[in-house]
């Protein structure tokens, strides 16, 4: 099993709507979970963070964190093209330490 | 700026010739770690370094070296590149490794070795 799981994609979603992203991981001792984004060809960067079990709200990202089953989300509402992207989870802590261990990201296509 | 800095952004070079890429960050960060970024693969951790003369492994250190002699400075060196080192390599920064630090990444590095 991976450390760190997530739908490849692509999620393809009218513009509007809500994209919803999922990952799972496997490390019970992680504290930190990141999402970034990656646009084609760009690095990485922060669009949120979630350290409490519950619901984290940013702009039109929400971020959601379920500790007891080792799941986190990502959901983007009013989805805009400038959206399509990949999105990355990143656990950190637990028994990877420092190593900051990302998934593979699913890819999501907005569609005008 | 607060950045962090990768060079060259492109490289082609030749199996076996040794070649470093450089990075360095201006935001007194102590955490550094480079990754490789594959088709379907996702980012992996090559190594990463708590602090000055810090090094550790990450997921794949296999067929390359590191060193962190200052703060700002964390070059991945590849000794004799093999074609299956062709990748996309980011350099990241961030205060600190761990609990809620954000990474800050360079404008990556597209190596392909022939």
């Known amino acids: 099993q991976k450390e760190v799981e997530q739908n490849s994609g692509p999620l393809s979603v009218p513009e509007g709507a809500i994209a919803s992203l999922n990952c799972t991981y496997s490390d019970r001792g992680s504290q930190s979970f990141f999402w970034y984004r990656q646009y084609s060809g760009k690095s990485p960067e922060l669009i949120m963070f979630?350290?409490?079990?519950g619901d984290k709200e940013d702009g039109r990202f929400t971020a959601q964190l379920n500790k007891a089953s080792q799941y986190v989300s990502l959901l983007i509402r009013d989805s805009q093209p400038s959206d399509s992207a990949t999105y990355l989870c990143a656990p950190e802590g637990g028994a990877a330490g420092n190593k900051l261990t990302f998934g593979g990201g699913t890819r999501v296509l907005v569609k005008p | 700026e607060a950045q962090v800095t990768q060079n060259p952004r492109y490289l082609i070079t030749v199996t076996g010739k040794k070649l470093t890429v450089t990075c360095s960050q201006n935001m007194n960060h102590e955490y550094m770690s480079w990754y490789r970024q594959d088709p379907g693969l996702g980012l992996r951790q090559i190594y990463y370094s708590m602090n000055v003369e810090v090094t550790d492994k990450g997921d794949v250190p296999e067929g390359y070296k590191v060193s962190r002699k200052e703060k700002r400075n964390f070059p991945l060196i590849l000794e004799s590149p093999s074609p299956n080192q062709t990748s996309l390599y980011f350099c990241?920064?961030?205060?600190?490794?761990?609990?809620?630090?954000?990474?800050?990444f360079g404008q990556g590095t597209r190596l392909t070795v022939v």
């Open positions: 979630i350290y409490s079990n």
């Open positions: 990241a920064s961030s205060l600190q490794g761990g609990y809620v630090a954000e990474a800050f």
